[in-house]
């Protein structure tokens, strides 16, 4: 811990001397004209633009600093501006490199085993919103995940679809996928690009733009929010979802505070923080991702791209491959002396209690 503390300390003189400002803290001294007692770092992978900054991060750091009368402060690094790559975020924050981080948990194999169970196919129905509040219901299932960390919210997107570079009229047989080369996410995602017959590349999100644009990869797994800030509209013509707007599965992301860091903080502020990290935050960041799918559909239809809805024996065919991808990881799992059938009959009643 110690390193990490030193290493953070480092790091943030080093941004302090290049004149780095974090977006969420221009206005802070105009609110309040006393500083901050304690001032947090926050990192992520995208831009300063995405959804994840500017609809999520943003207002949380802004209702925080309100409702501590500007005694707790913020400082967002976008786009790993504080060093390292995407799968190092975990560990940036278990160490204490960065106060905060918000991540996806698939680039990091193996650290989160038990909430892997809501990103899978046939677990996550296509609602942010759903998952959210069953990832809440049921959380003391996967709370050994995050033994390491102070976990704000762990939350999914709408669902990946299929986004390809290439136009296709249409998809008769997901057999149209085989040996075609597909970005995943994550290891099940990978599984699920493996059942489609494809090749699984496995790579962060913002190094997708250069891989389509170079056809390293003929297509991916990503959702349409994700289109606005890596301008994937310019970059693919067609997308494919099932039936009923199904997905191949999901992404679960974890927005994580260093522990020594919360519980350092004197007792009311962190009660603060504890009150703006619960079930109306999980809630409201599903509505937030859902929201922008549309916008992100909109600009595949307005670049002259083509949204594929799969008829309903494709659609099924998804959901068959989808459970035997859930049936190898309960296998997996079990082998650690995890119950993953639990997990996943509890994932499953909580998701559709939660859907509309």
Known sequence: MLEGRMIRNLALGMFAIAGMQATAGDARADAHSADPEVTLTIHHFLSPKSTSQVKMIEPWTKRIEEASDGRIAFE?????????????????????????????????????PRSEAFELPTVHLGSATATNMAIQDTFDLIAEDYADIKPLLVHVHDGNALHMREGMDDVMSLDAFKGMKLRTPSRTGAWMIEALGAEPVGMPVPDLPQALSKGAVDGALVPFEIFPPLKLAELTQTSVEGRNKERFGTSVFLFGMNKERFEEMPEDLRAIIDAHSGRDFAREIGEVWAMEETTGKRQQFESGGTILRLDEAVTEDIATRGQAIVDRWIEEVSAKEIDGQAIISAARRAVRQNTD
């Open 76 to 112: 967002i690094f976008p786009a790993m501006a504080m060093g390292g790559k995407p799968p190092e975020l975990y560990r940036q924050v278990r160490d204490g490199v960065a106060d905060i981080v918000w991540t996806v948990i698939g680039y990091t194999p193996g650290v989160f």
